[in-house]
């Protein structure tokens, strides 16, 4: 014959069904994602997100729980970004570039001073003024030589400035010249232009194959901004540019979309199946796909800055001026600029042109209806921070505690237990609480059927 169900220890009552039904309920917000698969929600996600709410900035930006609100003033970056890109326009028209002999054309001088000669390159320039009365367009020291560039001279004037510059410094090997015409100079202009729109170009395919066209373009324009904004600072500092410039500036795009794509990967993740639950809109999930990467995002772009500051610093302190400086300085400002963009310009562009589409529009006021309904409050991330539920028809009336495991249900006969010890008797005038729900009232004594003996087990 069967066995009865065990009985609930001595003075603890079983298990209330109806409370259990009660908890599932309340608690079915915070496993929807999970249970789903969506990768909405990772496992401890409430408990991380109550931490870091208390926690301090380094915990909250290492822990990656969805504690900052990035999305939020959204509108403020598009006023910044949209404020430094008009400003580095009007720099590039107004003021322009310095193009190196490469692109501009003229004609270059060369000689190594003897060692242990210091050598000041305002002298330098001084003298060649003086000689043939043309002002050097610049005047570096690249490595152990000094290298002087100017507008295209003629012949004479050429012979006159080597003489004059061999009497002043009687340099070991006398002083070479070089002549670089306007027209190669063009023809390298056009093709690094042509580089530029050709990767652009790409880029956009490629997004718009792993993504949607919503995402490519938000990407594209973080990229246009990258651009924009590295030639303004160029322009308003009046960095030479060179061949080597346009190549840092190309390696620099490349970064800031590859930490673009990084978090582009994650909303993806966050977003998958999204329209079928109620528990985050898009941008809720995009803001916490950006928390989740943004540690990853610094800790790429300082690991990637440490190198190039190296290069920075080699080229300047010890090589002199020359490719490696031009090559280091543009990867140092671009890579600057592309980390912000990835983040404050790129995904939220993104997210607002997702929000026009009907389906997510719907989605978001679907969602957005059932939280008033239920009287939800969440956080940036759409998770609940607090709960004023409906109660007997009466909205605003907070919903009750939940009641921990193992605990009478019964008001009663949790107040006739309070202070009670294990096994201690029973207060004088207080009536003993009888356990509740399933096995309430058993005997403990199991039987058989009338008139039956019991088996032997």
């Not at 430094?84 to 310095?98: D, K, P, Q, W």
């Not at 290298?147 to 001279?153: K, M, N, P, V, W």
């Not at 978090?263 to 928390?291: C, F, H, M, W």
């Not at 009287?375 to 709960?387: C, F, M, Q, Y």
């Amino acid at each position: 014959m069967p066995l009865p169900d065990p009985l609930p220890p001595r003075g603890r009552p079983g298990p209330d069904p109806s409370q259990a039904a009660i908890d599932a309920v309340l608690d079915a917000d915070l496993t929807e994602g999970a249970s789903t698969g969506t990768g909405s929600t990772d496992a401890g996600l409430a408990g991380s997100k109550e931490f870091g709410r208390g926690a301090g900035f380094f915990t909250k930006l290492s822990t990656g729980t969805g504690a900052f609100n990035i999305l939020g003033p959204r509108r403020w970056y598009y006023a910044f970004s949209g404020f430094i890109v008009v400003a580095s326009i009007l720099l590039i028209i107004f003021r322009g570039f310095t193009f190196g002999i490469d692109f501009a054309g003229g004609t270059r001088l060369e000689f190594q001073p003897d060692q242990g000669t210091t050598v000041s390159t305002t002298d330098v320039a001084g003298v060649v003024n003086d000689a043939i009365g043309v002002e050097p367009d610049a005047v570096q020291t690249v490595g152990s030589r000094i290298q002087i560039s100017s507008e295209a001279l003629t012949a004479e004037q050429v012979v006159a400035a080597k003489d004059a510059l061999t009497a002043a410094y009687s340099p070991e090997g006398g002083v070479s010249d070089s002549a670089v015409s306007e027209t190669w100079g063009g023809e390298i202009s056009q093709r690094a232009l042509i580089a530029v729109l050709v990767f652009l170009v790409l880029v956009a395919a490629f997004l718009w194959i792993r993504y949607e066209k919503r995402v490519a373009a938000g990407a594209v324009v973080s990229v246009l901004h990258d651009l924009v904004v590295t030639a303004g600072i160029y322009s308003l500092v009046g960095f030479e540019v060179t061949p080597a410039t346009v190549i840092g500036l190309l390696t620099i795009l490349g970064f800031s979309l590859y930490d673009t794509v990084v978090v582009y990967d994650k909303v993806q993740e966050n977003t998958k199946g999204l329209t079928s639950l109620t528990r985050r809109t898009y941008p809720e999930a995009a803001n916490l796909a950006i928390n989740q990467t943004l540690m990853r995002s610094i800790n790429t772009s300082l690991i990637a800055l440490l190198p190039v500051a190296g290069l920075l610093v080699a080229g300047v302190a010890i090589l002199g001026s020359g490719t490696l400086k031009d090559l280091a300085l543009v990867q140092l400002i671009g890579m600057l600029v592309g980390a912000y963009s990835s983040v404050f310009v790129a995904v939220p562009l993104a997210v607002d042109l997702k929000l026009r589409d009907p389906q997510i529009k719907a989605h978001t006021a679907k969602v957005l209806a059932k939280r008033k309904a239920d009287g939800i409050t969440v956080d940036a991330d759409g998770d609940v921070v607090a709960r004023t539920g409906p109660a007997a028809g009466r909205p605003g009336t907070p919903v009750p505690a939940r009641r921990a495991p193992g605990t009478a249900s019964n008001p009663a006969a949790a107040a006739a237990s309070a202070g009670l010890k294990a096994g201690a008797a029973p207060k004088p005038g207080v009536r003993p609480a009888r356990p509740q729900g399933k096995g309430a009232g058993r005997t403990g004594r199991p039987t058989g059927k009338a008139g039956q003996p019991r088996r032997p087990r």
